[in-house]
Nanobody, 121 residues
């Protein structure tokens, strides 16, 4: 009943910037945390950035100072502004949301299908 759609990925040179967006749609009463994950070939998926419904953020050490996560609760959308990109940032980036669909306190986890980010000269 809920769909997450990512956008904004692409090819960028080292030092460049990209802004990822993830919009949630469907039957939504409330969204708790929204998170960006990434997975490079041959490596495990890792949490990149997380933001609570109240706007509290957390980042993996490798992106601190370069990436900024934000959200627009009115639009059920989370963003990831990525600056000073490095080749090691190359990965498929996935959006995650913990969604409450009704007034009952039951949450469901949803994942987007991913968007490719490639950092190369």
């Amino acid at each position: 009943q809920v769909q997450l759609v990512e956008s904004g990925g692409g090819l960028v040179q080292p030092g460049g910037s990209l802004r990822l967006s993830c919009a949630a749609s469907g039957t939504i009463f409330s969204i708790n945390a929204m998170t960006w994950y990434r997975q490079a070939p041959g490596k495990q998926r890792e949490m990149v950035a997380d933001i609570t419904s109240g706007g509290i953020t957390n980042y993996v050490d490798s992106v601190k100072g370069r990436f900024t996560i934000s959200r627009d609760n009115a639009k059920n959308t989370v963003y990831l502004q990525m600056n000073s990109l490095k080749p090691e940032d190359t990965a498929v980036y996935y959006c995650y949301a913990d969604v409450q669909k009704t007034t009952w306190p039951i949450f469901n986890a949803y994942w987007g299908q991913g968007t490719q980010v490639t950092v190369s000269s």
